[in-house]
T-cell receptor, first 115, second 112 residues
C-alpha cells in the first residue's frame, strides 16, 4: 500500500523568500505524484503532477517539484513566494498499476507567507 | 465548464438524522470520488466509481455510510444515522479516467 509523508505541518516564511515543502512517499510499484493546493474554505486544486518523463515539473505560478526515485521524494519549491501563496499544500500518490485511480494524500503543509 | 458541483455547501444536523450529500461531476468525466477531510485523519478516500460502478469502497467507514451513482451525472453519499464523529468536509471529485482529478468545493457537515 502507498503512503505519503509531509514532514512539516506548518511552514512560515517571509514574502519573497524561497520555500521548500517536503514530501516523501512509500510504494512498492511505480507511481504518479501530485501536489494540490487548498485555499481557505475551498476545494483542492491541482498545482502540478509527475506521470513520466522529465523528473522536474513546473506549475504556471512559479512552483516546481522534482521526482527523486532513489530518495522516494517529490519536494515542492518556489524561489520567491507571495502573500497569495498562503494556503495548505497536499502531496499525493497514485499507483496506476491494475487501473487503480486511488489518490493517497499526505496530511498537508500549511504555508503562511508573512509581509 | 462548471466544475464539480456539490450540495449542500453547509449542513448542520442533529445526531441520528439522515444526511444526504449530492454531487454532479464534470460533464464527460467517467470516474467519481468521495473524499472526507478531518483535522485528525486528513483526506481519506471513501469510495470511487468508474462508469457508475463502485470500484473501491474500502474506505467507507461502516454500514451507516452508503454511496450511489445512478447515472453519469449524479452521485449521493448518505449517512444514516449520523453521529458527531461524522463531522467533516466531504469532497466529491471527478476525472476522465487516467487524467487529472478535479475536486468540488466541499460539503461542510456538522453533526450536533
Amino acid at each position: 500500500a502507498q503512503s505519503v509523508t509531509q514532514l512539516d505541518s506548518q511552514v512560515p516564511v517571509f514574502e519573497e523568500a524561497p520555500v521548500e515543502l517536503r514530501c516523501n512517499y512509500s510504494s512498492s510499484v511505480s507511481v504518479y505524484l501530485f501536489w494540490y493546493v487548498q485555499y481557505p474554505n475551498q476545494g483542492l486544486q491541482l498545482l502540478l503532477k509527475y506521470l513520466s518523463g522529465s523528473t522536474l515539473v513546473e506549475s504556471i505560478n512559479g512552483f516546481e517539484a522534482e521526482f527523486n526515485k532513489s530518495q522516494t521524494s517529490f519536494h515542492l519549491r518556489k524561489p520567491s513566494v507571495h502573500i497569495s501563496d498562503t494556503a495548505e499544500y497536499f502531496c499525493a500518490v497514485m499507483s496506476p498499476q491494475g487501473g487503480s485511480e486511488k489518490l493517497v494524500f499526505g496530511k498537508g503543509t500549511k504555508l503562511t507567507v508573512n509581509p | 465548464d462548471a466544475g464539480v458541483i456539490q450540495s449542500p455547501r453547509h449542513e448542520v444536523t442533529e445526531m441520528g438524522q439522515e444526511v444526504t450529500l449530492r454531487c454532479k461531476p464534470i460533464s464527460g468525466h467517467n470516474s467519481l470520488f468521495w473524499y472526507r477531510q478531518t483535522m485528525m485523519r486528513g483526506l481519506e478516500l471513501l469510495i470511487y466509481f468508474n462508469n457508475n460502478v463502485p470500484i473501491d469502497d474500502s474506505g467507507m467507514p461502516e454500514d451507516r455510510f452508503s454511496a450511489k451513482m445512478p447515472n453519469a451525472s449524479f452521485s449521493t453519499l448518505k449517512i444514516q444515522p449520523s453521529e458527531p464523529r461524522d463531522s467533516a468536509v466531504y469532497f466529491c471529485a471527478s476525472s476522465l479516467r487516467g487524467n487529472t482529478i478535479y475536486f468540488g468545493e466541499g460539503s461542510w457537515l456538522t453533526v450536533v
